[in-house]
């Protein structure tokens, strides 16, 4: 179990850290010492050049923890790693480590489930249990590296969870993984994904972070988007696509729209036309429209579609910009939610 009366040492900044170092007596400079050694997943005696009494220290005061591999699944054709992660309280989370041409990316959770409720999304089915912290978001990152030993470059947030519904641990987390001192892993590598939040969309716009944006958008008209993601009665598409301009002109980042082609929802070829007429009529900039191939759930009883190419060609005809993610992992499920949900079945 989380221990309370220690403070939770990876979810401080390198600032905050110096000021606990010298208020514990010690000598600031071994703030950075500790700070890079955390980032590498050390701790205790892996700590080579902090001094075994500074360790003692530590270990009284501090907790260090990190995310435990409970399952780990290796795609056989492209080498994707699908890790199930055991956090200090016995909840799981998911990460999907994939390599590309332009480095490796790990996409990371960050809450224990979800209450959003999309209808096609596994991990909302057992609903939200509790936020991750900064430090359970970066832990992810570095356990995955541990693992692999590789450097992970990229981070998506597309994992379990909205990120905009844990705001102010998702923003102290941007701030961590971005720190010049720990991973430095710039934040134009970083992409945020949501639902649809629109008071989080306009916090954030406000932040000073040049992560990407990645809207869950998923329909081309309010009634077909409310009845797969319940958020849009409460932020219906014009309303999202209103803060998205707002996101664009207060950072200059281009908008990445996600659209799960469901069969017989949201796929046919005039969807597309709609679709295209509505992202022209209400975005200020150029957009990109990411289209995915449903990753089928039991559950949900729905199915991926069998029209995506057209659906593509029509909106490429139409000006958008349009392109088919690439799956990977295939092999191994590796869309976020369905270990979790299998680890919770299997403890029952």
Same mark, same amino acid.
């Given at each position: 179990?989380?221990?309370?009366?220690?403070?939770?040492?990876?979810?401080?900044?390198?600032?905050?850290? %110096?000021? #606990?170092?010298?208020?514990?007596?010690?000598?600031?400079?071994?703030?950075?010492?500790?700070?890079?050694? *955390?980032?590498?997943?050390?701790?205790? #005696?892996?700590?080579?050049?902090?001094? #075994?009494?500074?360790?003692?220290?530590?270990?009284?005061?501090?907790?260090?923890?990190?995310?435990?591999?409970?399952?780990?699944?290796?795609?056989?054709?492209?080498?994707?790693?699908?890790?199930?992660?055991?956090?200090?309280?016995? %909840?799981?989370?998911?990460?999907?480590?994939?390599?590309?041409?332009?480095?490796?990316?790990?996409?990371?959770?960050?809450?224990?489930?979800?209450?959003?409720?999309?209808?096609?999304?596994?991990?909302?089915?057992?609903?939200?249990?509790?936020? *991750?912290?900064?430090?359970?978001?970066?832990?992810?990152?570095?356990?995955?590296?541990?693992?692999?030993?590789?450097?992970?470059?990229?981070?998506?947030?597309?994992?379990?969870?909205?990120?905009? @519904?844990?705001?102010?641990?998702?923003?102290?987390?941007?701030?961590?993984?971005?720190?010049? @001192?720990?991973?430095?892993?710039?934040?134009?590598?970083?992409?945020?994904?949501?639902?649809?939040?629109?008071?989080?969309?306009?916090?954030?716009?406000?932040?000073?972070?040049?992560?990407?944006?990645?809207?869950?958008?998923?329909?081309?008209?309010?009634?077909?988007?409310?009845?797969?993601?319940?958020?849009?009665?409460?932020?219906?598409?014009?309303?999202?696509? @209103? #803060?998205?301009?707002?996101?664009?002109?207060?950072?200059?980042? &281009?908008?990445?729209?996600?659209?799960?082609?469901?069969?017989?929802?949201?796929?046919?070829?005039?969807?597309?036309?709609?679709?295209?007429?509505?992202?022209?009529?209400?975005?200020?900039?150029?957009?990109?429209?990411?289209?995915?191939?449903?990753?089928?759930?039991?559950?949900? &009883?729905?199915?991926?579609?069998?029209?995506?190419?057209?659906?593509?060609?029509?909106?490429?005809?139409?000006?958008?910009?349009?392109?088919?993610?690439?799956?990977?992992?295939?092999?191994?499920?590796?869309?976020?939610?369905?270990?979790?949900?299998?680890?919770?079945?299997?403890?029952?």
């Amino acid at each position: 179990m989380i221990n309370e009366a220690k403070i939770d040492i990876l979810s401080l900044s390198l600032q905050e850290l %110096e000021k #606990a170092i010298v208020d514990m007596g010690e000598a600031k400079f071994r703030a950075k010492q500790i700070y890079q050694w *955390l980032t590498k997943g050390a701790w205790g #005696a892996e700590m080579k050049n902090v001094p #075994a009494h500074l360790q003692k220290k530590l270990d009284d005061v501090f907790e260090f923890r990190l995310p435990l591999v409970k399952k780990r699944l290796v795609s056989k054709i492209d080498g994707t790693i699908k890790y199930l992660f055991e956090l200090i309280d016995g %909840e799981c989370i998911e990460s999907v480590f994939m390599k590309y041409e332009h480095g490796n990316t790990l996409c990371i959770s960050s809450q224990v489930g979800c209450r959003m409720g999309c209808k096609f999304c596994a991990s909302t089915l057992l609903g939200r249990v509790r936020d *991750l912290t900064p430090s359970e978001m970066l832990g992810q990152i570095i356990s995955a590296q541990k693992d692999t030993g590789e450097r992970i470059s990229n981070v998506v947030m597309m994992g379990i969870g909205e990120p905009l @519904d844990n705001y102010d641990n998702t923003i102290k987390f941007l701030h961590l993984v971005s720190s010049p @001192d720990g991973l430095n892993i710039g934040l134009r590598h970083i992409s945020l994904s949501t639902c649809g939040l629109v008071s989080g969309i306009e916090k954030l716009s406000n932040e000073g972070l040049p992560v990407t944006l990645s809207v869950s958008l998923h329909a081309y008209a309010n009634d077909v988007r409310s009845e797969i993601m319940p958020i849009n009665n409460k932020y219906p598409i014009e309303m999202l696509l @209103d #803060a998205c301009n707002k996101y664009f002109e207060k950072t200059g980042r &281009r908008i990445s729209f996600e659209y799960t082609l469901i069969n017989g929802k949201n796929d046919d070829t005039q969807g597309a036309v709609s679709l295209a007429k509505i992202l022209k009529k209400h975005l200020h900039s150029t957009c990109h429209v990411n289209l995915i191939p449903l990753n089928e759930v039991k559950e949900t &009883r729905l199915e991926t579609s069998k029209n995506i190419n057209n659906f593509k060609n029509k909106l490429l005809s139409l000006g958008i910009n349009a392109t088919v993610r690439r799956r990977l992992g295939s092999d191994i499920n590796a869309s976020c939610g369905q270990l979790r949900r299998q680890a919770k079945e299997e403890n029952k």
